[in-house]
């Protein structure tokens, strides 16, 4: 017994199985050294595409800047080519790494989607980011779970679903409780802001007008010295609200609507007192703001009421530097805005030029 262990034949076929595992498994992790190579290769690749998205982006940023419209024209041709090759291969490297990429990568292919005007797609991804955003910081998954709700928001085919849209809304600001630092108070304005700016797209007023108190309340909260660097989100939110005084007046409630469009001037007003933005941009708010509600007036059947803002929104239009891009298309539009709100001059009195010889009335000259 156990002599066969010192047989030379078993101890060779012992040595050949031994050689045979050693060759298995060093294939076996050449194959996954391999394996992590290709995978970092396609990480790389994968990276380098979106990082070419988002450079894409930024230029068409620059773009908007260019005064020659024939120019930007052709280069957004050619910037939109760009961009959709760019993200079909972005898209066929993710589907291939999914279990491997973060939801800041999956965010970014979300948006890209969302900007291409392909809510589906843009839904879907934002899924796959909120499923992978438990492992990342409470304000990224804030700000993955407030573009997720926005798409529930959409009129197109059967995406519309505000109630869920609310409930992924409410999500987003529970995934910030008890955090007091600037960037989260930010993080969670800008959840109630845009919140209120998906209510009032499906016409749900009341909630739209309580939601953007809150996020107006989150932005106060904030220092004004820090603030300052959000002072574009600042405007966005006087421009929410004055859309919001539009719909009241449309809505046949001019109270409320005068309310709201007040207290987007007083938001206006506090980006130069509070936070000291007194530069074209800032300028340009405030005027559209007096502007638009100069509109409403208009409409509502208050002719005067409504010439006077206009006239407020005209002389505030006129201290923008000539720098300012959008400086003649904002005084043509408002002298449109104001010849409509000006009525017609009184019936030409007997004797004057105007009035047609024989004729007992005649069509007043304009």
């Not at 060759?23 to 790389?44: D, I, T, W």
């Not at 998205?53 to 773009?63: K, N, T, Y």
């Not at 999914?98 to 965010?107: G, I, Q, R």
Request: with cysteine; proline share 3%.
């Amino acid at each position: 017994m156990g002599t066969w262990i010192t047989d030379s034949g078993t101890l060779s076929a012992i040595g050949s199985l031994g050689a045979v595992f050693i060759a298995v498994f060093a294939l076996y992790l050449s194959n996954r050294g391999e394996s992590a190579k290709r995978l970092r290769e396609q990480r790389e690749e994968l990276r380098g595409v979106l990082e070419r998205l988002i450079g894409l982006r930024e230029e068409q940023a620059e773009l908007i800047k260019e005064r020659e419209e024939s120019v930007r024209a052709a280069a957004s041709v050619w910037q939109h080519t760009k961009r959709s090759i760019y993200l079909d291969a972005a898209e066929s490297l993710a589907l291939q790494l999914l279990p491997h990429l973060t939801a800041a990568e999956l965010s970014v292919i979300a948006l890209e989607n969302w900007y291409d005007s392909d809510w589906a797609e843009a839904r879907a991804w934002y899924e796959r980011a909120a499923e992978r955003s438990e492992l990342t910081s409470p304000t990224k998954r804030a700000e993955i779970l407030r573009a997720l709700a926005s798409t529930y928001y959409i009129r197109d085919g059967t995406l519309l679903d505000p109630a869920t849209g609310a409930e992924i809304y409410a999500r987003c600001v529970a995934a910030l409780d008890g955090r007091t630092d600037n960037f989260s108070l930010y993080t969670r304005a800008r959840c109630y802001q845009n919140w209120a700016y998906s209510e009032l797209s499906v016409q749900n007023l009341e909630p739209a007008s309580e939601l953007h108190r809150r996020a107006w309340e989150e932005w106060q909260r904030i220092p004004s010295s820090q603030a300052v660097a959000w002072i574009a989100e600042v405007r966005n939110l006087a421009f929410n609200y004055a859309h919001l005084g539009s719909s009241w007046f449309n809505a046949s409630d001019r109270e409320r609507g005068r309310q709201v469009y007040g207290e987007a001037r007083a938001i206006t007003e506090a980006l130069g007192s509070k936070y000291g933005s007194t530069g074209d941009y800032t300028i340009d708010a405030r005027a559209l703001v007096l502007q638009w509600w100069g509109q409403s007036e208009v409409t509502a059947g208050d002719p005067e009421r409504g010439r006077q803002l206009l006239d407020e929104a005209k002389d505030t239009f006129a201290t923008l530097s000539d720098e300012f891009v959008w400086r003649g298309f904002r005084l043509s539009e408002l002298e449109q805005a104001r010849a409509r709100a000006t009525p017609p001059p009184a019936e030409a009195p007997a004797g004057d030029p105007r009035r047609v010889a024989g004729a007992e009335d005649v069509t007043p000259v304009r």
